[in-house]
């Protein structure tokens, strides 16, 4: 199926371009998330007369993420969990936990599904996170997980 990109999507294309895609994908997510229309030739005109305002809008997401970038790069976050003997976790510290903690520490918003852990978090100890704020704006942190100490 052949759709038009409102938006600028990584390993996909950016906005304007007319990209084939299966079908499926097409109308469960990129259309039904307002990221592509479908490539009619009624649709093709409106995008190519809407490309500078979506240019612009891009523009000002690009911008809201270098600002969250600046304020999480590189920092390392402290999650308290129980954990067995050998510093293993009951459960695993999930991209919803992380995006909790960031907004408590940093008043930051981020959805855990921008939240991509290197590997699982199930042990104590230090893990990199990727977090993708934008099509072009990746950064990373840190999560810390130690030892919560049980209530005698």
């Known amino acids: 199926m052949k759709v038009i990109l409102l938006e600028n999507l990584r390993k996909i294309g950016s906005i304007g371009d007319i990209i084939e895609v299966k079908r499926g994908y097409a109308r469960n997510f990129l259309i039904s998330k307002k990221k592509a229309l479908f490539a009619s030739k009624e649709n093709v005109k409106e995008v190519s007369n809407l490309k500078n305002e979506l240019d612009k809008k891009d523009l000002e997401k690009k911008k809201i993420a270098k600002s969250i970038q600046e304020k999480i790069e590189n920092k390392i976050y402290t999650v308290k969990k129980l954990s067995t003997e050998n510093k293993e976790l009951y459960g695993s510290v999930k991209p919803t936990e992380i995006s909790k903690i960031i907004l408590n520490m940093d008043k930051v918003e981020i959805a855990p599904s921008q939240i991509q852990p290197v590997k699982e978090i ?26 919560e100490e049980e209530a005698k």
């Open 122 to 147: 199930k042990t104590l100890g230090n893990f990199k996170v990727n977090v993708n704020l934008h099509s072009e704006i990746v950064t990373s942190l840190t999560i810390d997980v130690i030892q």
